[in-house]
């Protein structure tokens, strides 16, 4: 599996290969349909790896616009929020709901609550994999009562290459 790491920091902040980050991920997603007994189609392969080609959210208009280029025709809204449930149904993708976007998910079939770090001037994501902030949520909401289902953490602030900027 590929790392989305080095050290402490996170790929996303680092100048690196990252048709690398693309090739993982559509390799990942393949596999797990495929365990899963569920179809990656062309459009759907197609649509994760526009999220994946950067590390920043991309919203489904984004998206559209993009498929609509490639293909020379209007592509339809519905057929774009149809591959994004999908990927999202299936671990693929996040949603960052501040956003109204989307951003790959750096470990598809791995059941994990969202935590994201996004950098308001560039707009980079990076998805944390802490598990004490999700207890300390779920712990705080059983204090009140209350059952949380899922949960999905966004942090605005700025990443280290705008803070050295």
Known sequence: MFKPVIGNTPLACLPHDHSR????????AEV????????????????LELVWASHKPLGAYDILGVLSDEDGR?????????A??????????HRIASLNAF??????GE??????LIC???HTAIEL??????????DGAAQVGFAVESQTVEVVGLCSGCQAS
């Open 21 to 28: 980050c693309v090739a993982e991920a559509l390799a990942e």
């Open 32 to 47: 797990l349909c495929a365990r899963q007994g569920t179809r990656l189609t062309a459009l759907r392969k197609r649509v």
């Open 74 to 82: 209007r592509a339809a809204p519905p057929t774009v929020y149809r």
């Open 84 to 93: 994004l449930d999908f990927l999202l149904e299936n671990g693929l993708v």
């Open 103 to 108: 951003i790959g998910c750096i470990h598809p």
């Open 111 to 116: 059941l994990h609550q969202g935590q994201f």
């Open 120 to 122: 308001r001037t560039c």
């Open 129 to 138: 994999e802490q598990d004490s902030i999700s207890q300390a949520i779920v």
